[in-house]
Nanobody, 120 residues
Framework: VQLQASGGGLVQPGGSPKLACVAS????????MGWYRQAPGKQRELVAS???????NYADSAEGRFTISRDNAKNTVYLQMNSLKPEDTAVYLC???????????????WGQGTQVTVSS
């Protein structure tokens, strides 16, 4: 499974960009999807995740400002970010936990990341 993320860029403080990540491949079933971020000099951290049933989990820094959603028919996960702050500046990476159709073995894939820079 390959993941392609989009939607990053330069955003003013308080801005509300929306990231998208599309999974593609053959005969696969997506389990959970989500977003991590990594800022320069910092460790990668989970931003939000969502199960195939739609249950979402957020980092404390994202709770109340970010909303994760997914379109299972399109194998796409979204991250709506609101009220952005300069400290949200990072490369945002999407990931998916998936299985081949008919298999119970779970695998992980990562997207290439999309840069979000919050600056005036």
């Amino acid at each position: 499974v390959q993941l392609q993320a989009s939607g990053g860029g330069l955003v003013q403080p308080g801005g509300s960009p929306k990231l998208a990540c599309v999974a593609s491949g053959r005969r696969f079933v997506i389990r959970s999807m989500g977003w991590y971020r990594q800022a320069p000099g910092k460790q990668r951290e989970l931003v939000a995740s969502i199960t195939d049933g739609g249950s979402a989990n957020y980092a404390d820094s994202a709770e109340g400002r970010f909303t994760i959603s997914r379109d299972n028919a399109k194998n796409t996960v979204y991250l709506q970010m609101n009220s952005l702050k300069p400290e949200d500046t990072a490369v945002y990476l999407c990931y998916a936990q998936w299985s081949f159709s008919g298999s119970s073995i779970r695998r992980d894939s990562w997207g290439q990341g999309t840069q979000v820079t919050v600056s005036s």
